[in-house]
């Protein structure tokens, strides 16, 4: 079973120095296998290709499905650093009970909460990979970009229309506060793709409903940190007070059920 799953990993075939094999060897532990095996006999992917990043809490991947249409695999870690960071989030998160525990078991449920934040802003409409499928640490979802290669980063675009683009982006805030009942929590140029000139909303994990305790200070860095960014690519910014007011509006931001 693992040869096969190994054949159809071109990240793990032998042609690669030590130090990325020691990475691979990291991300694909035979339960990361074990979840690859199941979405390709699951028709989901045919081929894991090259990683398009690799981060301290996991990797993204470019993959192909039978058809030869890409798609973007993000493995988290279940190492300690991935498990401090989501911890602080998860313990005390109404719609996590019970998901404290052994380091493995939260990251699952981190990988759970990216793949429904994706599904809820994805109905809402806000610009965002579509979500495939998620088990365990592994979330499979629409790639943002094309064969010759991902969507870039907004920090690595030059932008015609500044302001055009921020408003864009201040109505992902808005929007999806409004209608997701969302806030990002870790929204910047980094976690902003670019692609056909629009902008798409991605690293969703950490994105919080609009009734966690704290919800509004993140909600406030949010806006401050996108307010940043474009003050100095010369966009005319909206002051972060109207932006939340405006975000906090009566009207159909009714209580959140879960
Ligand atoms: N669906 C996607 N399509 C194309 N590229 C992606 C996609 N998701 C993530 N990436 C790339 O991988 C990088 C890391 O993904 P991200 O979700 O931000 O994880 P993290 O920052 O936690 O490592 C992104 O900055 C982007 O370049
Ligand atoms: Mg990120």
């Known amino acids: 079973m693992f040869a096969h799953v190994e054949r159809h990993v071109d990240a793990l075939k032998t042609n690669r120095t030590g130090d990325e094999r020691q990475t691979d060897a990291e991300v694909f532990d035979r339960q990361t296998l074990m979840v690859i095996y199941d979405f390709m006999t699951g028709g989901l992917i045919d081929t894991v290709h090259h990683p398009i990043s690799t981060g301290k809490e996991g990797n993204v991947f470019y993959c192909t499905d039978e058809d030869g249409e890409p798609l973007a695999l993000k493995i988290f870690r279940t190492s300690t650093s991935t498990f401090k960071r989501v911890s602080k989030y998860i313990e005390g998160y109404p719609r996590f009970k019970g998901a404290a525990g052994t380091r493995p078991r939260m990251i699952y449920t981190w990988t759970n ?7 809820r802003y994805y109905e809402a409409d806000i610009p ?6 998620f088990r365990k640490n592994c979330l499979l979802m629409e790639y943002i970009g094309d064969e010759t290669g991902p969507a870039p ?3 690595d675009v030059s932008l015609d229309d500044p302001t055009e683009m921020y408003d864009e982006v ?8 409004r209608d997701a009942h969302l806030v990002h929590g870790d929204m910047s140029e980094y976690n902003i793709l670019v692609w056909e000139g629009e902008p798409v909303l991605i690293d969703c994990g950490q994105a919080m409903t ?3 305790y ?11 940190n996108v307010n940043r960014f474009f003050a100095n690519r010369g966009a005319d910014v909206i002051d972060p007070e109207t932006i939340m007011e405006e975000t906090l509006r009566e009207g ?3 209580e959140d059920e879960e």
């Open 210 to 212: 609009a009734d966690f």
């Open 128 to 133: 965002v990979p579509e979500p495939i499928a």
């Open 113 to 119: 909460k990216e793949y429904r934040n994706l599904q």
């Open 170 to 177: 201040v109505s992902f805030i808005i929007d999806g506060y």
């Open 252 to 254: 159909d931001d009714e």
């Open 214 to 224: 704290n919800a509004k200070e993140f909600l406030m860095r949010d806006i401050v």
């Open 153 to 155: 980063q907004l920090k």
